[in-house]
């Protein structure tokens, strides 16, 4: 069964594959532009490559797509999705490094459970032959993120690794073609600012080829660590997609138990995770603490409350997990730069306008 008649439960074809992408890196330069089914592909003005526009009624922005080498391909994406839409991608005999630097969007691949392309995270996969991955964008959600394309019978030829030198998993597909799930790690420092230049790089043709190649490799290396036998173990840095959806739990029952919280101990024994990796996955995912977003959940939480209910101001503070009047009161006045009193009065007098004028009208 070949690309255009494999479906995905009955969602459509294959979308893309890297022989597709390479195929069109490597064609006429000297085509302007192509319409695609849902936008437009121009030929990148210097080196193999090119940026794909998409449609309006599909997203704002796109994403590009260079040819570096035989061994290695690389992708740049930049988009935000008008409509809530799913692509299904075949990237045969290729190792695929995705580093998110901003957003989230769920990917799937055929026997395994859903994963996150999500802000931190560099998600990795090499599948076997035929097995397609499918992503899905959800609409008005920014994402930019950098895709590297290895293949796996190059990887000696490009990184110079034998292959007792690799981490287990990636031993056994590079070598036999053992397939390796949807797996996702945090980003190192190191791979994110990499991340960061391939978007800001300063050069062209030659120069640009040389400097995304050495890039792709400092994603690659971070994560060939990150899997690796003798990489020291640390509650902190030793953090997964199970360990994401616990922390993105501890922020919902921030969210729904304000009248009563939860010390961080407490939280974290809750969601079953350490306090430790509580707090680095705060600072991972949301680039805040505990107590942090606790305070900005209860604030958001007040000004509603304050600004669309009669309740009594006393009330309003119990309710946010404020014990004295006084501390919630100075909280809010530094977060919003008046009183609650003050932001409700200023609240009324904004509704009575409105409500004269649609009377006047």
């Known amino acids: 069964m070949n690309g255009s008649q494999m479906g995905w439960n009955g969602i459509g074809g294959i979308d893309r594959t890297i022989e597709d992408m390479v195929g069109a890196a490597s064609g006429d330069r000297h085509v302007t532009a192509t319409q695609q089914r849902d936008g437009w592909r121009r030929p990148l003005r210097t080196g193999a490559g090119f940026r794909y526009v998409y449609n309006s009624d599909v997203g704002d ?27 299904v991608h075949r990237h045969d005999d290729h190792l695929v490094f995705s580093a998110v630097l901003e957003g989230r969007s769920t990917i799937y691949a055929l026997e395994d459970a859903a994963e996150e392309l999500a802000h931190g995270f560099c998600t990795v996969y090499g599948l076997r032959k035929g097995q397609p991955v499918r992503t899905v964008y959800e609409p008005g959600r920014s994402l930019r993120w950098v895709s590297v394309f290895l293949r796996r019978d190059k990887v000696h030829e490009l990184c110079r690794l034998e292959p007792d030198a690799l981490p287990a998993i990636f031993r056994e597909y590079v070598v036999c073609g053992a397939p390796i799930g949807l797996r996702s790690v945090p980003l190192t420092g190191a791979a994110s600012l990499a991340a960061t230049q391939v978007f800001e790089c300063p050069y062209t043709g030659e120069l640009r080829r040389m400097y995304l190649i050495a890039k792709s490799i400092e994603i690659i290396c971070a994560v060939l660590r990150s899997f690796s036998d003798d990489q020291p173990v640390d509650d902190r840095t030793i953090f997964t997609e199970g360990d994401a959806k616990k922390v993105r739990l501890a922020r919902d029952i921030i969210e729904e138990n304000l009248e009563d919280p939860l010390s961080v101990p ?3 024994r809750v969601v079953g995770l350490s306090r430790q990796k509580l707090q680095f996955g705060f600072q991972l995912l949301f680039n805040t603490s505990v107590g942090r977003l606790y305070k900005q959940v209860r604030l958001a939480r007040a000004v ?8 009594p ?11 004295h009047p006084g501390s919630f009161t100075r909280a809010f006045k530094a977060a919003f730069g008046e009183s609650p009193l003050r932001l409700r009065s200023t609240s009324r007098q904004k509704l009575s306008r409105d409500r004269l004028a649609r009377r006047t009208i």
Do not use: K, N, P
């Open 61 to 87: 922005g796109g994403w590009e797509f260079h040819y570096l080498t035989d061994a290695i391909s690389i992708a740049v994406v930049d988009f935000r999705a008008a409509r809530s839409i799913s692509h």
């Open 266 to 268: 407490e939280l974290a």
């Open 304 to 311: 509603t409350l304050v600004s669309e209910t009669h309740m």
């Open 313 to 323: 101001i006393i009330e309003i503070a119990l309710e946010c997990g404020y014990e």
